[in-house]
């Protein structure tokens, strides 16, 4: 039998220590702090995303100036409609609405919960709930009129996608929730780039979205998952290091001589 060679420690890859459920990086690392940095940046990249394009909506609900980009995705793919594809957008849908969405969203909670894993919890929550805040605050300002022959029923108005918020936020979500920064968490993070694309995908291919209504909600899905993750990750290591510098003043001894 071969021994293989444990792969050589990336300073990327974070580490776990199952023993403080309140502070559970093992350690910490300018790459990871870059690697957070970054991860602000794309998220603020992302906010510009949605207000580049909720700007020109609020101007003209019904003909911003990109309208003839969603006018041509949209009559694209009503004329490529098939029985399969319909069925998996159909399927999406319902995976996307609160019926779905709610349930997994407790199982989260709870299993985060169960493992005392209150930073992730703490991230994933602040995700979840500022996003459904923006979805209806979004919806109440943008009043965008939704595309013709819809083919499920869809409340409110157009802009933002609910659907694409819910399931980029949620996604990442639970990549953050669950998968610590490094190699593996890029697997991970291409499933769920995979997911919002296609729930995008299928809310402009059942006509109840415009294709910009989509982009800006999975954008904004993924800025919230990933501002609340860099957040939380900044205290959690400030609690660590609090823990830390307290159990060593603990442990100091005693100088009787005094």
């Known amino acids: 039998m071969i021994d293989h060679e ?6 990327l890859d974070e580490t776990i220590d199952a ?11 300018p790459a990871l702090r870059r690697a957070r940095r970054r991860s602000v940046l794309l998220a603020v990249a992302l906010i ?9 909506v609020l101007i003209s609900p019904r003909h911003p100036w990109f309208q003839g980009f969603d006018n041509t995705w949209r009559s694209w793919v009503v004329h490529h409609r098939v029985g ?8 999406l849908s319902v995976i996307g609405s609160a ?29 979840i709930i500022t996003s459904e805040i923006m979805v209806g605050v979004g919806k109440a300002i943008v009043d965008r009129p939704r595309p013709p022959g819809g083919l499920v029923a869809a409340n409110g108005s157009s802009f933002p996608s609910g659907h694409a918020i819910a399931t980029a936020v ?7 929730a669950f998968i610590p920064r490094g190699r593996r968490r890029w ?13 995008s995908w299928s809310r402009t291919y059942l006509s109840v979205h415009w294709a910009t209504d989509t982009i800006a909600g999975t954008s904004i899905g993924m800025a ?12 959690r290591h400030a609690v660590a290091d609090e823990i830390l510098n307290t159990d060593t003043t603990r442990e100091e001894p005693v100088d009787s001589s005094q």
């Open 99 to 127: 019926y779905v969405t709610l349930p997994v969203r407790l199982i989260i909670v709870g299993v985060l919960t169960a493992r005392r894993r209150w930073v992730q919890l703490g991230a994933f929550a602040l995700a």
């Open 19 to 29: 023993a403080e459920p309140f502070a559970d990086a093992g350690h910490e690392s």
């Open 187 to 199: 697997h991970w993070l291409v499933l769920a780039t995979f997911l919002a694309a296609s729930m």
């Open 170 to 176: 949620t996604a990442f979500g639970i990549v953050a």
């Open 224 to 235: 919230f998952a990933l501002l609340s993750e860099a957040l939380f990750e900044g205290g």
């Open 6 to 11: 444990p792969m050589p420690a990336d300073p």
């Open 48 to 56: 510009l995303v949605a207000v580049a394009l909720a700007i020109p």
């Open 84 to 91: 399969p594809a319909t069925a998996i957008a159909r399927a």
